[in-house]
C-alpha cells in the first residue's frame, strides 16, 4: 500500500485545484452521499481512536433558520444557499467510548476521566484533525466545501447539542460549489517560510 501514491488528478481534486467555495449550484446532495462522507473520514487517524467528532447535518430550511442568529452576518446568504450546512461538534466525553473504540486498553477511559484538562485538549485536537478528514473526504466524493468558525459557538452548542456533552467546533456548508463566486486564490508559504528539517 505504501508504495502507492494519487496521481495529478487526485491531488488536484483534494488539494491543488480545490477551492473553499462561497457560492452554491441548485443541486441536492443526497443522504447516501452523506453516509459515504462519514463511511470515509471516519477511517483517519485519532489519538487512542478516540474519534471525539459528532456531525449534524442541517438539510431542512427549518434546521438553517434555527442555525442563522448565529452566524457572523457574512456568512448568513452563503448559509442559506448552500444544499447542507454541517456542524461539527467534539464530544466532551468521547473517552466513554474508549472501552468499544480502542478495546485493548480499557484503561484509558479512566485516564481520561481522572485528567479533565487532558480530555478537553484531546477532544479539540482529534475532533479538529476529523474536520480536515471531512473536509479531504468530502472533497473525494466530488463534494465542494465552505468551512466556517465565524459563528456564536456557545449559542450553537445550546441550540443543537443540549443535552449533551458535545460542544460546536465550527461548521461546513457542502455542497457543488459555483465556481463563478469564487476570488483568485490566496498564496501559500513556501516550503522554507513554515518548515524546518533538523
Ligand atoms: C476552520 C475554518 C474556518 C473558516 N471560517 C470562515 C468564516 O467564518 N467565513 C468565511 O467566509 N470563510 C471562512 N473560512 C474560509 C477560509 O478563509 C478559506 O478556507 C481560506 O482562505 C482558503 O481558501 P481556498 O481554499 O479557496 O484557498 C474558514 C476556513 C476554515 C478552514
Redesign the pocket.
Known sequence: MSDKSLNAEGKALLFTE???H?AWRKKEVSDSLLRDLHDLMKWGPTSANCCPARILFLRSADAKEKLEPFL?E??REKTRAAPITAILGNDAHFYQHLPKLFPHNAAMREMFAAMPDLAAETAMRNGSLQGGYFILAARALGLDCG????FDPEGVTKGFFSGTETRAN?LCNLGYGDADGLTP??PRFAFDEACRIL
Open positions: 480545490a477551492r473553499t462561497n457572523m457574512g456568512n468551512p466556517m468558525s465565524g465550527f486564490r490566496s
